[in-house]
């Protein structure tokens, strides 16, 4: 039976707010409360960092690993200071963690200095939680030299083991995007490596229960309290192929479509360190649940700005899937009317025109795009003529279109798209015209790898690469991809893991491209 969210979207933004803020008046929360164990076992995290603030993350579980801590507040107190033995601790304060946002703590701490690391813990009762490490960008106008970023999605529980994460630990990055697909919400595959509790995901509880599954991975844990993360989502956060407010086709069919995906975004909110005010614009015709404003810039000083995007949320549905069915597939889009359709939006209008904006005042540094998929044109040449994914950017070609002429009407410097979604690894150049081999390179394109989620048949790499020549690389290894800015280049390094199915997995670097300012052309390393 569907579990609807049990708060109108009004309480619930006025909740995620107070108790957001540190000037929280105590209600009827057991300050004292005593825990028979640690309660902060899913960990901390941050994220979604300025070069002043940032957010601190960590929920309350029950430490006898039952399901709920109650209905009752509790009040955590947080700290964040110059150093790890917190003898100087730069803030602290108390917020409150609601049964209703299933005891998760959003702080937003603001006034803070740039370009610094700081060290970070949760209390509550007698209970301390783990140490997390985290850190604001430099100031917008600083010049500043250095910026490594880690990009990562697509991690499905029963298809491996989460310890690539130990070796991500290992980079030194300044922070970590993820990219989508954070959860599955599948029930466990045939073949697992490793079974989830629970079954299809399909209500509030199940969905926060996939999310605590995921963070009980110390490896994934340490991650996050290792860095900062900027998040985005992709279609499995709610349901395989969903596109805006309509539902895909996979798993139990659900009545209300619109409820089960404010569930799923009340779970994503309630695990990841982003905004309270992420919940705060509403969705005209959404009853019970709210928008979540996931797109957002960030700037790392005049060096770098980092632009994350979201495709789901505000897409059209895709079109022509050659079984009369919604959802993804691979069409001709010679017998498909609606293909070019210069209506349909991937983005949506709004996000469209925000970005335009964003491209207009990008000035000469990197801008990072953060976003879900693989945008360059992928064709796969067929004896009944050619065939396209319709899931991803090509199967909204006047978008993307709209988005290459933004870049170009702008001038864009060095635009460098991050993606994820087809779990292989994709290196391209972004082209003015994917059907012209001779038009401009615009940009840069690295797609990344699945942490674990398993990928198809290697020939069509090989035959991708031969019919898609803005394409340099390809390959299905799992692992993540780093990138290091500096004023003068980029070197994105593909590290990918031996084995998923087993924990003590080894990482080795696949490629290392190197990509010079001002010169959209990618080079090996
Ligand atoms: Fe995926």
Redesign the pocket.
């Given at each position: 039976m569907m579990h609807l969210p049990s708060l109108d979207r009004r309480k619930l933004l006025q909740l995620a707010a107070a108790s957001a803020s540190s000037l929280w008046l105590a209600r009827s929360a057991r300050s004292e409360q005593r825990f028979a164990g640690n309660p902060f076992g899913l960990g901390v995290a941050s994220g979604s960092p300025t070069h002043d603030s940032i957010v601190l993350w960590t929920r309350l579980v029950p430490p006898d690993g039952s399901q709920s801590l109650g209905k009752e507040a509790v009040t955590v107190r947080w700290e964040l200071a110059h150093d790890e033995q917190f003898a100087r601790v730069a803030r602290g304060g108390q917020a409150q963690a609601l049964a209703e946002l299933a005891h998760s703590v959003h702080v937003e701490v603001a006034g803070l200095e740039p370009d610094r690391w700081y060290f970070y813990r949760f209390m509550a009762g007698d209970a301390v939680s783990a140490i997390g490490r985290t850190r604001t960008f430099p100031a917008p106008d600083a010049a500043a030299q250095k910026l490594r970023l880690a990009y990562a999605?697509?991690q499905?529980w029963d298809h491996g083991y989460f310890s690539a994460y130990r070796h991500m630990r290992e980079e030194n990055l300044d922070a970590v995007l993820f990219l989508?697909?954070y959860i599955?919400e599948y029930q466990s595959a045939a073949n697992a490596v490793r079974v989830p509790t629970g079954g299809w995901v399909l209500t509030l509880d199940d969905y926060r229960q996939r999310y605590a599954l995921h963070r009980s991975e110390p490896e994934l844990q340490a991650m996050h309290a290792a860095c900062p993360w900027l998040v985005t989502w992709?279609?499995?956060e709610v349901q395989n192929d969903y596109a805006g407010l309509v539902s895909g086709v996979n798993g139990p069919p659900v009545p209300d479509f619109a409820s089960r995906r404010a569930a799923a975004y009340q779970a994503f909110y309630e695990h990841m360190p982003v905004r309270a005010s992420a919940l705060t614009k509403a969705v005209a015709g959404l009853a019970s649940g709210a928008e979540v404003r996931l797109y957002s810039q960030q700037r790392f000083g005049r060096l770098a700005n980092i632009v994350m995007l979201d495709d789901r949320q505000y897409r059209d549905a895709q079109v022509c899937n050659p079984s009369g069915r919604l959802g993804s597939a691979s069409v001709h889009p010679a017998a498909c009317p609606a293909w070019d359709d210069p209506a349909r939006t991937l983005l949506g209008a709004a996000q469209e025109q925000w970005l335009d904006a964003v491209f207009a005042r990008s000035g000469p540094g990197w801008t990072v795009l953060g976003q879900q998929t693989l945008f360059g044109r992928r064709v796969t040449k067929a004896a009944a003529g050619d065939l396209f994914w319709n899931d991803g950017w090509d199967g909204y070609g006047a978008a993307r279109t709209r988005l290459t002429q933004s870049m170009q009407r702008h001038k864009l410097a060095n635009p460098v798209l991050l993606g994820?979604?087809v779990?292989e690894n994709w290196v391209g150049h972004v082209k003015a015209d994917y059907t012209r081999p001779d038009s401009a390179a615009l940009g840069v394109e690295f797609c990344g790898t699945?942490m674990t989620?398993r990928s198809g048949n290697p020939q069509k790499i090989v035959d991708g690469l031969a019919q898609n020549p803005h394409f340099v690389f390809g390959d299905s290894q799992k692992g993540y991809g780093v990138v290091e800015f500096t004023p003068a280049r980029l070197t994105t390094t593909l590290r990918v893991v031996d084995d998923v199915t087993r924990r003590d997995m080894k990482i080795s670097t696949l490629r290392s491209f190197v990509v010079e300012a001002g010169r959209p052309r990618i080079e090996a390393a």
């Open positions: 999605s697509c499905r989508g697909d599955y992709d279609d499995h994820g979604d779990h699945s989620s």
